[in-house]
């Protein structure tokens, strides 16, 4: 089972991700913020209150699921 074990702001909406089988990945989640669950998360002081529990997780209850993170990434 895939796992985001570390995450790391890069800026603007772009994440950096280590996943359980090591591999980083950066992701850039701009694509998410049009979608009601995101939509709040359009404010980048919201955006970078994510937390961390398996995946990436916000307040407002938005999560994202470890395989969207990974195949949306690009190598890093």
Request: glycine content about 10%.
């Amino acid at each position: 089972m895939l796992t985001v074990k570390e995450v790391e702001y890069l800026g603007g909406y772009t994440l950096l991700c280590t996943f359980s089988n090591g591999e980083r990945r950066r992701v850039d989640l701009t694509p998410l913020l049009s979608y009601p669950a995101y939509a709040e998360l359009k404010d980048e002081s919201e955006f970078v209150k994510f937390g961390l529990d398996g995946t990436i997780f916000w307040a407002n209850g938005a999560d994202i699921a470890p395989e969207y993170l990974f195949e949306h990434g690009e190598a890093a």
